[in-house]
DNA sequence: CGGCCGCTTGAGGTTTTTCAACCTAGGTGG
DNA sequence: CCACCTAGGTTGAAAAACCTCAAGCGGCCG
């Protein structure tokens, strides 16, 4: 762990290096930070010269340490991360995934240090806001304040999806739950919500879910068995959503109907 | 339980007298609601005429409903809330336990209706804010702002928590984790984190664990078997923090050292 | 080309769920 | 005042689900 740490150390600092010598590729104006956040119209009074800068996180480095002091806000421009909370005992869990327009490290806010680390599974790239500067921010744009304060509400929505993904009791209507939701989060994304391409490996969506990792290879063949989904390696596509959802609903295996024939055929 | 329903009485006939009387009960004033929000010094700056209404609301009745327009914002002044998801099929999850200083309704900025319902476990006081008055607020005293703002970072943190809880595979580890978390928030509200209170009951607690309320009795006769707890119906002593805490960090049963023993024996 | 990592599959053992019964406390109505 | 009823809580036994350990396979990077 303790090797992790400094490897990714290394990588933020040389990216910290690299990035302040790139000046077209490494800032973002207001008007593009507002479409960002997606306020409708949030351009509107918002054309001030402020600009801000653009962060490149490798796939693998830590974006973010849990304890170290908060500094900055981030709001991912692309790419994907994992924020993983790590117990005192070096124990880490994965509590969310994070994608466009999620913002990362408002944890932070609390207790002036962050809750939780934040891990890129690819190359990404994030927008910076330094909480100093945000107050001030926030006071003289309030169109930018509100589209921030919508994308604070959503992770909220977010934490209550993840804790109703967790709360299912069987591993299939877990991982059905979970496959709903990021089919439903990818869409929100633009992208298409049939056709899933998964950033993160079996054993962080096992830690996520609280399974094994093998529960989830089986889960997932199971899911396919019943014809509701199609898998090759990270691709995935659903084919039935209905039927995912009508598993996602099912307390402890009780798909109703049939299906549990299909599933004993399989 | 039965220390509690004099207490709850006491409050009670006293609202009822005032209730329709006396004005000034069901109001607060702007400096009260900074003290409220824990801003340090927050009064500074808040002394203006502005006052909030504050609503009182029974036990067992619903604070918010899921899905109704999101009109306004609550902070818990005094009493206990749940907050809980209802899925399509009318399957109810306990997403939360919400008291004193918690934030409830703030989902709601997110689609404009709210995300989760929110219902009292006890007589009840919250201070309503307008979501319509709120930006002007913000704007208006940037201390109550912050204070708010740092509530909401608390409400994110806690549900980091709560999945960290939830990803413990073991009953009891979960049980332990629960309790522990339960322990530092009795304490942050300035009660005692040694003798807890249950405000909510086994089937509660079971549901937002994601288990059986059977297994919540056993898991508890098993951790007061251990010597770390006292179980009185509701109430609830820690006789061991430590050990709660180890057990609490445990994977799947793997209590170090003898405690297995321990376990066994009782 | 070899090693490593991610993923899958199998078998056994343990935990947890489920179903059922029983018990207590509190409220209600005769 | 007592009987009754309900909700909440506990306990037991059987069955199902999951985790662990172990092995095998394939792709990818060095």
């Given at each position: 762990m303790a090797i992790?740490?400094?490897l990714d150390r290394g990588?933020?600092?040389?990216r910290?290096l690299?990035?302040?010598r790139?000046?077209d590729?490494s800032?973002?104006g ?6 960002l956040l ?6 509107a009074?918002c054309?001030g010269g402020d ?11 830590t974006?973010?340490?849990q304890?170290?002091p ?5 709001i991912?421009h692309?790419g994907s991360f994992k924020s993983?909370?790590?117990a005192e005992?070096g124990?880490?869990?994965?509590l969310?995934f ?5 913002v990362?490290?408002y ?7 962050y ?6 599974l690819?190359?990404s790239?994030?927008?910076?806001l330094?909480m100093?500067a945000l107050a001030?921010?926030r006071?003289?744009?309030p169109?930018?304040?509100s589209?921030l ?11 209550g999806?993840i804790a109703e993904?967790?709360?299912?009791v069987?591993?299939?209507a877990r991982l059905a739950?979970?496959?709903v939701?990021?089919s ?15 950033r993160?490996n079996?054993?962080?969506i ?5 399974l094994a990792?093998e ?9 396919v068995g019943?014809?509701?989904?199609r898998?090759?390696?990270?691709e ?6 209905a039927?995912l959802r009508?598993?996602a609903r099912?307390t402890?295996?009780?798909?109703d109907?049939?299906?549990r ?5 399989a």
């Open positions: 992790v740490h400094c990588i933020d600092t040389h910290l690299c990035h302040s790139c000046a590729a800032q973002i207001l008007g593009e930070l507002a479409g997606g306020g409708a119209g949030g351009g009074g054309n600009r801000f800068a653009v962060q490149r996180v490798a796939r693998g480095s974006l973010l340490l304890g170290a908060a500094h900055n806000l981030y991912v692309s993983i909370k790590t005992d124990y880490e869990h994965v969310a994070a994608w466009r327009r999620d990362i490290g944890d932070g806010l609390y207790r002036e240090h809750a939780f680390s934040a891990v890129a690819e190359d790239r994030v927008v910076v330094p100093s001030a921010l006071q003289q744009w169109a930018l304040d589209a304060q919508r994308l604070i509400a959503r992770q909220i929505v977010h934490a999806e993904v967790m709360s299912a069987a591993a299939d739950r979970f496959l939701q990021l439903a989060r990818m869409a929100e994304c633009g992208q298409s919500p049939r056709r899933l391409l998964l993160m079996r054993r962080d096992a830690n996520h879910l609280g990792h529960t989830i290879s089986r889960s997932l063949r199971l899911l019943r014809g509701w989904l898998v090759a390696n990270r995935l596509e659903i084919l039935d959503a039927g009508r598993c099912s402890r295996g009780a798909v109907d049939g299906e024939m299909l599933a004993r055929a």
